[in-house]
């Protein structure tokens, strides 16, 4: 089965696609960026370096962290944040639904069953040619 994946490209040479987006939706299920990560299986570093991707992309901040505190502080997603993640989820629905004949018919394309694999190090024999005569 094919599947549509949108990433948009800004004139910035910023861009915002899946992961970006993903990272919002967990910092906003989790409260904090350190959860995020660990739930995205990526460093907190990785986070941390795409959260200061999207933000230097946009016209503010998309989280906003709460220190300490009896609470222990968190992160949650302001309405910026919010509103970025709203509207690349509503562009690749309208993506997707747009492209759906051709998805399907891109899918019929593809093979049911990938492929042996040849191991490395190993030289696929040529097929012998048939002898005349």
């Given at each position: ?115 042996a694999r ?16």
């Amino acid at each position: 089965m094919a599947r549509l994946t949108i990433r948009i490209d800004f004139d910035s040479k910023a861009s915002f696609g899946p992961g970006k987006a993903r990272l919002l939706e967990a910092i906003e299920a989790t409260g904090s960026l350190r959860k995020a990560a660990a739930t995205l299986k990526m460093s907190y570093r990785r986070a941390w370096l795409l959260l200061q991707d999207i933000e230097q992309a946009v016209r503010g901040d998309v989280t906003l962290a709460a220190t300490g505190g009896k609470d222990g502080g968190g992160t949650q997603l302001t309405p910026l944040g919010r509103a970025l993640v709203a509207h690349y989820r509503a562009i690749e629905r309208e993506a997707e639904k747009a492209a759906a004949t051709e998805m399907k018919a891109l899918g019929g394309l593809l093979r049911t069953k990938r492929p042996a694999r040849v191991p490395r190090g190993v030289t696929p024999k040529a097929p012998r040619k048939a002898r005349n005569g």
